[in-house]
């Protein structure tokens, strides 16, 4: 894995969840608060551009509801449907951060609608590019980068 990559990507993470949703990242001695098999989200952001590839971001199950209602300014419950078009919005934000910063501020990038899914695993057959873990006081949550292998066309 790029080294580079994967600092911008936890960088990206973080100030989206900071801004967005007011989560601040724990302390680095605080241990996670997930059980083994705790049910994940994730949200997979496929785009295509000046690269194309994959974001994945995997957040605990139980923390979608928070991050929808500070996204939407909510004080109460808000609606599963409205959770996961939450999530899968801050996942294409955390998308639209990482890349400029890791391909570079003038690549344009096109990103297409997120697919959630609710797993209990957080496992991939993918072998990501980049990938940043971020500890915030609400719960870890993981971003990954494939990069599609670059077709290399001739000239004719």
């Known amino acids: 894995m790029n080294d580079e990559w994967t600092a911008a990507l936890s960088e990206a993470v973080r100030e989206v969840f900071e801004n967005l949703c007011f989560m601040v990242p724990a302390e680095a001695s ?47 419950p808000v609606e599963l449907e409205e959770q996961y078009a939450a999530i899968g919005e801050l996942a294409n934000i955390v998308c639209g951060n990482a890349l400029p910063r890791m391909v570079g501020e003038r690549a344009v990038f096109d990103l297409a609608m997120p697919r959630v899914i609710a797993t209990r695993e957080s496992e991939s057959d993918l072998a990501f590019d980049a990938a940043a873990t971020v500890l915030l006081d609400e719960g870890q949550v ?3 980068i494939f990069w599609q292998p670059t077709d290399l066309v001739r000239p004719q």
């Not at 994730?42 to 929808?68: C, E, Q």
């Open 142 to 144: 993981g971003a990954s």
């Open 30 to 76: 605080v241990p996670p608060t997930e059980a083994p098999g705790e049910s994940r989200i994730l949200v997979d952001v496929d785009f295509s551009g000046a690269r194309r590839g994959l974001l994945r971001l995997d957040v605990p199950d139980r923390m979608i509801s928070t991050v929808a209602s500070c996204m939407l300014g909510e004080d109460g």
